[in-house]
């Protein structure tokens, strides 16, 4: 009796040291080569409010959300207004309730596609709080990922920065510090026809100068994932030669507008 209960005991003990061990090594396993890399910690922010705001504006052929973060700057919070008016959007800096950056973008902000929160973290390692929007473009299918990327990079003096680009995610990619170094590498995903296959293709940079900077070849890249019908993240055995090719100066539809 005594041996049949050490057995039931072991062979529970087997169960859940093995469920472990095969939901650890899928865990491993199931992740691109840079999520191994040291992942960025943002604040996220995901209280969106309708309307102009105190002390702003207002416009009925206009519509409007905001959220104000406090603190961001040394005692003052932060205000990001984000307005569209027919074809034209703008988004409004405010630093307590002073405005104090207004930034165009192409981008149409409404209710629907405002379901991401805003993210505060200091990105490239200067000190400084840096913002990042992911707005997406509401597609179908493929498309659905099809996502508008827009950073915020406060520079000295209080001012930003916007770097804005297209790219493929179904949910926020978050940056990885892939050298240890405290700038965060950017990630960019596309789709890209090589051969007779499709690839999601990742492009690595940094925020220096003002500008995204392609760091491909700091850390072997870019990679080709192929794109299947399942989950794949095993880089394609394909030429560096080859890849070299297909490596992105700045991102699809990249667009900078230093801080002045």
Known sequence: MALSRFLVKAQRRCHIYCSLLLLLSHSNYAQYPFEKSSVI??????????????????SDDCLSDYQTISPFFPGESITIRLVSCDSTSTIYIYKGKH??????????FFEGNLGEPIRIADINGD?????????????NGLAAENMRIIYLFQRPGMKFTKIVYMDKMPENRPERDMNK?????????????????????????????NKLVNVNEKFGYPIMVQYLNRDN????????????????????????????
């Open 41 to 58: 910690k943002y604040a996220e922010y995901k209280n969106w409010t309708m309307g102009p705001g105190p002390a702003m504006f207002s």
């Open 99 to 108: 405005q104090i950056q207004t930034i165009e973008e192409r981008m149409s």
């Open 127 to 139: 000190g400084l709080k840096d913002i990042k929007l992911v707005i997406p473009y509401m597609g």
């Open 181 to 209: 170094d405290g700038n965060y590498e950017i990630i960019t995903k596309t789709l890209q026809e090589h051969g007779a296959h499709n690839y999601w293709l990742f492009n690595i940079y940094n925020f220096k100068d």
């Open 233 to 260: 993240y095993t880089p394609a055995n394909i030429d560096k030669s080859i890849l070299k090719k297909y490596s992105m100066k700045v991102p699809e539809d990249y667009e900078v507008k230093p801080a002045k």
